[in-house]
Nanobody, 126 residues
Framework: QVQLVESGGGLVQVGDSLRLSCAAS????????MGWFRQTPGQEREFVAA????????RYTESVKGQFSISRDNAKNMVYLQMNSLKPEDTAVYSC???????????????????WGQGTQVTVSS
């Protein structure tokens, strides 16, 4: 079973960039599609981005297309979320997750992911 730990969050200004990292431990990391989700108090967890097992296929929620970029490095058991041009509405706890399989299904939903990290806080000041 894969264990996931996120890092890279913090307090930034509008327009700043952050790169979130998700470190995976356990066997067969490359067997899992990976995703990033975010959640604010009182809201349901929202899909942000996903990537298939080898990085060839990526998907994004409409609100972050052209702004965020997901990537992975299977040799290092890492997945990343590059976040540019940050806005106050991007403020949330961001969590990475491992899917049940190697590919990303569309539309991407929370129930498609079986392993979750604890999350890292991103706060964008306005």
């Amino acid at each position: 079973q894969v264990q996931l730990v996120e890092s890279g969050g913090g307090l930034v200004q509008v327009g700043d960039s952050l790169r979130l990292s998700c470190a995976a431990s356990g066997r067969s990391f490359s067997d899992y599609a990976m995703g990033w989700f975010r959640q604010t108090p009182g809201q349901e967890r929202e899909f942000v981005a996903a990537i298939n097992w080898n990085g060839a296929d990526t998907r994004y929620t409409e609100s972050v297309k052209g702004q965020f970029s997901i990537s992975r490095d299977n040799a290092k058991n890492m997945v990343y979320l590059q976040m540019n041009s940050l806005k106050p509405e991007d403020t949330a706890v961001y969590s990475c997750a491992a899917a049940f399989g190697r590919t990303v299904r569309v539309p991407t939903k929370t129930y498609m992911f079986r392993i979750w990290g604890q999350g890292t806080q991103v706060t964008v000041s306005s």
